[in-house]
């Protein structure tokens, strides 16, 4: 075996040890950036909902079908959803959503939640929490 064809070797043997190591490097970032991504997706999810919930709730009279309505419309997009309805949300249940009506506002939260990623929980506790002004019926 001459020389050339030991530092051959020697080099392939170099670019695969740094292959492997740039490889779990790139491997940790991606998932990083994976889980960073779910998060703000789910919680963009959950504002849109907590959001129409309010909405709806300010449009209508207080009561408890405008509580299960909102319930539903939060966790699974509709005020009346079919039976074995997904929620928006996995792990979201209607016990997680809360809503508070006065005659001036009507407040949606979520309590109690976890954003459950591949390798991290993140909880949210009141948030994201939105309130809408009543409106009157007939009022012009």
Do not use: C, H, W
């Not at 699974?76 to 001036?104: C, F, K, M, Q």
């Amino acid at each position: 075996m001459t020389r050339a064809q030991v530092r051959a070797g020697a080099q392939a043997g170099n670019a695969l040890i740094e292959f492997a190591g740039a490889l779990i490097l790139l491997t940790i970032m991606f998932a990083g950036i994976f889980e960073i991504g779910y998060s703000f997706y789910t919680y963009a999810t959950l504002v849109t909902g907590v959001r129409a919930g309010a909405r709806y709730a300010a449009l209508q009279l207080p009561g408890p079908a405008t509580t299960k309505a909102v319930r539903n419309l939060v966790v699974y997009g509709d005020p009346a959803p079919p039976d074995r309805a997904t929620a928006v949300v996995p792990g979201l249940s209607i016990d997680d959503v809360e809503l508070i009506s006065s005659p001036e506002a009507s407040t949606v939260s979520v309590r109690g939640f976890e954003i459950d990623a591949v390798f991290m929980k993140m909880k949210l506790d009141g948030r994201p929490t939105v309130t809408f002004p009543a409106i009157v019926r007939g009022a012009r």
